[in-house]
Antibody
Framework: QVQLVQSGAEVKKPGASVKVSCKAS????????INWVRQATGQGLEWMGW????????GYSQKFQGRVTMTRDTSTSTAYMELSSLRSEDTAVYYC????????????WGQGTLVTVSS | QAVLTQPSSLSASPGTSASLTCTLR?????????IYWYQQKPGSPPQYLLR?????????GSGVPSRFSGSKDASANAGILLISGLQSEDEADYYC?????????FGGGTKLTVL
């Protein structure tokens, strides 16, 4: 069965960077795109960007352009999302989700990673 | 004005139907777009429900009961998630989503209470 297992919770200081991983199993890693979506406590879902697991091509939300980098390691079927210049407003649960290319069918989601930004 | 607007909350009784709306910003024609729907229960990631563009172009998520269906109201420029035969387990947050201007955009979500 498809599983997306994300890395554990992180606590970071303002201005620092965080790198969250998403390890996939149960399907051919390169056949799906990977999206990152975040959710602040009590708030709605916010899309951050996508990456083709096949080509590595990326597309980022304008809001995060310049601060977010999405990469992958096909040898370990793992995707990464790095967010830099953290501020308190970045405190949220970060999810990875996979979808068939050029589709919004986010069929599978990771369990989420809580990132807390606090001085 | 947000691209997608959802009412913040909705209440309905068990066994009845609930119609959740997702209104597109003026100038964005709902007929052109796929509208996606997700369900999220507290403490869990979202789950994909369905995609709806038209009656001939739609997709149900794997394992999603047929009680969940999509439609559109062109006059209101809105996508609709209809949940029939409401059950207590349907109590959750529901989000619509679409691809717009090279980005996936979520609505603000509707909290559905079944009481």
């Amino acid at each position: 069965q498809v599983q997306l297992v994300q890395s554990g919770a992180e606590v970071k200081k303002p201005g620092a960077s965080v790198k969250v991983s998403c390890k996939a199993s149960g399907y051919t890693f390169t056949s799906y795109d990977i999206n990152w979506v975040r959710q602040a406590t009590g708030q709605g879902l916010e899309w951050m960007g996508w990456m083709s697991a096949n080509s590595g091509n990326t597309g980022y939300s304008q809001k995060f352009q310049g601060r977010v980098t999405m990469t992958r390691d096909t040898s370990t079927s793992t995707a990464y999302m790095e967010l830099s210049s953290l501020r308190s407003e970045d405190t949220a649960v970060y999810y990875c989700a996979v979808n068939p290319p050029r589709s919004g069918d986010f069929d599978y989601w990771g369990q989420g990673t809580l990132v807390t930004v606090s001085s | 004005q947000a691209v997608l607007t959802q009412p913040s909350s909705l209440s309905a009784s068990p066994g009845t139907s609930a119609s959740l709306t997702c209104t597109l910003r003026s100038g964005i024609n709902v007929g052109t777009y796929n509208i996606y729907w997700y369900q999220q229960k507290p403490g869990s990631p979202p789950q994909y429900l369905l995609r709806y563009k038209s009656d001939s172009d739609k997709k149900q998520g794997s394992g999603v009961p047929s009680r969940f269906s999509g439609s559109k109201d062109a006059s209101a420029n809105a996508g609709i998630l209809l949940i029939s035969g409401l059950q207590s387990e349907d109590e959750a947050d529901y989000y619509c989503m679409m691809w717009y201007s090279s980005a996936w955009v979520f609505g603000g979500g509707t909290k559905l209470t079944v009481l």
